[in-house]
């Protein structure tokens, strides 16, 4: 990592001497390992005569600024999410809860994180952040859609935030009698299995 870490901010100086900014990315494993990475990389790299600011930027895309070099010159690195990310976020965590929310962050592998990322900014903050519909009329059209594409365990996910956010077991059965009318009886009774496990479930 610190060879690779070295390598990109070397490469960087032939572009700053041409009063050119570049920026690099370079997945690490944690803030500490960055912060040593870094340290030991911009020793080769001091000379340039550009500045050079260490980030990181967290799987929920928070940025965190561990150090400016000293020998800072003119250029500068920044990270930043989008405000429909940003926005997006926050919906994300009000409706399914904080702690899932930050539980699939923290699951994610180089896989899958781009994956939450993608959904967070277009799923939640292009739509769910929109605003004129209120949430729980989205949350209605969440449990059909899904339950018409059969998606039992995105499906399992929106039920319990729908709970935990109001909806009542009164309007989800009326959801899926309407699924059923007008994507077939196949669809809501898979539907109606899934709710009967969640409502069961003790809250959460």
């Keep these: ?33 960055a912060l040593k990475a870094a340290q030991a990389a911009l020793k080769k790299c001091r000379d ?9 930027v967290d799987r929920m895309g928070v940025t965190q600024v561990l150090l400016r070099d000293r020998y800072a010159g ?16 926050k919906i994300r965590q009000r409706w399914l809860g904080k702690a899932y929310v930050d539980k699939a962050f923290r699951d994610a592998d180089d896989f899958t994180l781009d994956l ?7 799923g939640w903050g292009a739509s769910w952040a929109r605003g004129v519909l209120p949430l729980k009329t989205r ?14 365990h995105e499906l399992e996910i ?9 909806i009542t077991k009164r309007e989800i059965k009326e959801i899926f009698i309407h699924v ?6 196949p669809a809501a009774i898979d539907s109606f299995r899934v709710a009967k496990k969640i409502l069961a479930e003790k809250p959460r």
């Design 1 to 33: 990592m610190r060879s690779l870490l070295a390598a990109a901010l070397a490469a960087a100086l032939p572009l700053a001497a041409q009063g050119a900014d570049a920026t690099f990315t370079v997945r690490v494993l944690t803030p500490e390992t």
């Design 48 to 56: 340039g005569g550009f500045q050079v600011t260490v980030a990181v």
């Design 74 to 89: 003119p250029h500068t690195t920044e990270m930043a999410r989008s405000k429909a990310y940003t926005e997006g976020l």
């Design 116 to 122: 939450q990322h993608y959904v967070t900014e277009h």
């Design 139 to 152: 949350a209605f059209m969440n449990l059909a859609m899904i339950s018409a594409l059969n998606r039992p």
């Design 158 to 166: 929106h039920l319990r935030a729908a709970l935990r956010n109001g």
């Design 180 to 185: 059923a009318t007008y994507c077939g009886a």
